[in-house]
């Protein structure tokens, strides 16, 4: 099983579009929230080298970068 990620780590998103990588490039890792509701889930915050903007995204939604 692959190890959690971690801020700084350089990823990107599993499922989007090639029009979003080459609008975004790829993201590193800014922060890790763990919230527990009725279950514990962690989220990524990841902010894009080329446009700057940050999103979340969940574990199963990123790789690692170059694992395309």
């Given amino acids: 099983m692959e190890s959690a990620l971690r801020v700084g780590d ?3 998103p599993a499922r989007v579009p090639p029009a979003f990588r ?3 490039g790829f993201g590193v ?3 890790v929230l763990t919230e527990s509701l009725n279950k514990k889930y962690t989220t990524y915050e ?3 080298v080329k446009s ?3 999103f ?3 574990y199963d939604a ?3 970068y170059g694992q395309d």
């Fill in 52 to 54: 700057l903007k940050a």
């Fill in 29 to 31: 890792v800014t922060k």
């Fill in 46 to 48: 990841v902010k894009f």
């Fill in 10 to 12: 350089l990823v990107t």
């Fill in 56 to 58: 979340r995204f969940s």
């Fill in 62 to 64: 990123l790789r690692h």
């Fill in 22 to 24: 080459e609008k975004h």
